[in-house]
């Protein structure tokens, strides 16, 4: 393949000479892979919001190595996401389970409509933090409502460099909760009288 001398027009760029990138660094990968999970995954999307009645558009946003993320969009998307996403969520789960249902070359199918899953993620962050402020204040454990596994590691993760609090989920299944505990006060010991 020859080379062009001309550099391409890439403005703030960082050009480097060489097939490798430097060390430490990775690229991601953008074009799409060759297996045809991607393409699965919205066939499938479409087939069962089609026999749902629902009218959506699927749209590949990402296709890497790990993981295809498929965007709904459309007049129905609303009614795909469901009640705190749990329609998107099941969607999801049927998804995965037809795509990847040979364990050779297993990708993450991942639905999102319109940023939701990343505003659901702010939103969850911020009521933890929100929460964790008032656990400490209060200086009693915060139970939140049961989530699901995804919203758990959420609350988890954004709380785990939170100054004076603790989090540990408790419940079995659907009624599993996260629980937001602040950490001891440094009360003075009492000691016995003789």
Known sequence: MARDNKPPDMDGALIIDGDEPPAGTTTP?????????????AEMVNEIVGRMGLQVEIAIREDTEDEVILDLAGGDAGRVIGKKGQTLDALQFIINKIVNRFPEGRRHILLDSGD????REDGLASMARREAKRAVAQ????TLEPMSPRDRRVIHLSLAKFPGVSTR????GSERRVRIIPARGQRPERHSRR
Request: aromatic share 4%; proline share 4%; glycine share 8%.
């Open 29 to 41: 990968r953008t074009e799409p892979q060759e297996d045809g999970k991607a393409e699965l995954a």
């Open 116 to 119: 939701y899953r990343q505003r």
């Open 139 to 142: 200086s009693r454990i915060i």
């Open 169 to 172: 989920s408790d419940g079995q």
